[in-house]
């Protein structure tokens, strides 16, 4: 067997190990556990008594990432295919900060990047990476709907200020707090307890300033911001099932290169 065919076998070896659902499921446990070692190290009467013992888990694990990084990326044909994917990139990231903000100036740092490698369990979970995804599709979206929600809460808080600047100063005393009154009404925060009632006592038609505002702000609005995600959803698994189509057509493609192959080596030797 020659050089170039080990390293393939030893390729392929290890390809079969990063997408086996052991692997995945290992790396999954690690970060969970991760997780809950630095949430115990906020406890400043356990992390103070057992500094080395959090010092050596959190060493043990940064060394099993790294481990676990370098398969990965052996398991590709190219480094850059690794590469490719976003993804790969946010795992990698998180893994070379642990190396590079290492000594007594970084303790912050480190402490608050072992609390972002539990955003790896995104990258590690499909379906999680699916949502992920979308959401970020959306972002072009959401500026159209945040411009009309700001159009709205301006047209609003200018009205509130107006009608209820004497009746609530403390909540519409100026257009500033009126847009700060609204951002609580729309995530209806005690909005009719704590905002609505005691002006209702005052001015009893004021019911319909707020009604209308919380039909228009939250519900419609916050639908918009719903339907935007459900079909960015929709979106990214379609593009999904089109990258399986695709893998699959290029196995299919490898398989009879190789198949080709096989047959003309037989006609040499014969």
């Known amino acids: 067997m020659t050089n170039r065919k080990k390293l393939a076998y030893i390729r392929e070896k290890i390809f079969k190990l990063v997408q ?8 999954l446990g690690l970060i969970i556990f991760n997780a809950i070692v630095v949430g115990i190290e906020t406890y400043p009467s356990i992390y103070e008594s057992h500094k080395l013992l ?6 043990a694990l940064i060394w099993i990432f790294t481990v676990e990084i370098v398969l990965r990326m052996i398991a590709e044909r190219k480094l850059s295919d ?7 990139w946010f795992d990698f990231l998180i893994v070379a900060a642990g ?3 290492v000594g007594a100036h ?23 990476r699916k949502l992920v995804d979308a959401l970020l599709l959306t972002i072009p979206a959401l500026g159209n709907i945040m411009l009309l929600m700001s159009i709205i809460f301006y047209i609003f808080a200018v009205i509130g200020t107006m009608l209820f600047q004497e009746v609530a100063p403390e909540y519409f005393g100026s257009l500033q707090l009126s847009l700060l009154t609204l951002f ?5 925060e005690s909005w009719a307890s704590g905002v609505m ?10 019911w319909i300033y707020f009604v209308s505002f919380v039909l228009v702000g939250t519900f419609v609005i916050f639908n918009l911001f719903i339907g935007v995600i459900v079909s960015n959803v929709e979106k990214v698994d379609a593009a999904d099932n089109v990258d399986e189509k695709k893998d699959i057509e ?6 009879k290169e190789l198949k080709q192959l096989i047959i003309n080596l037989s006609k040499e030797k014969s």
Do not use: C, M
């Open 184 to 188: 609580q009404v729309v995530t209806l």
């Open 99 to 101: 190396h590079i903000f």
């Open 54 to 59: 959090f010092f050596l888990i959190d060493k």
């Open 82 to 88: 690794f590469f490719k994917s976003s993804w790969n």
């Open 250 to 255: 290029e196995l299919k493609d490898e398989v």
């Open 197 to 206: 009632w005691p002006i209702f006592h005052e001015l009893p038609w004021s």
């Open 106 to 128: 970084f303790v912050t740092v480190l402490r608050i990047l072992r609390v972002l490698r539990v955003f790896r369990a995104i990258s590690i979970i499909p379906s999680l």
């Open 20 to 27: 086996h659902k052991y692997f995945t499921g290992t790396v």
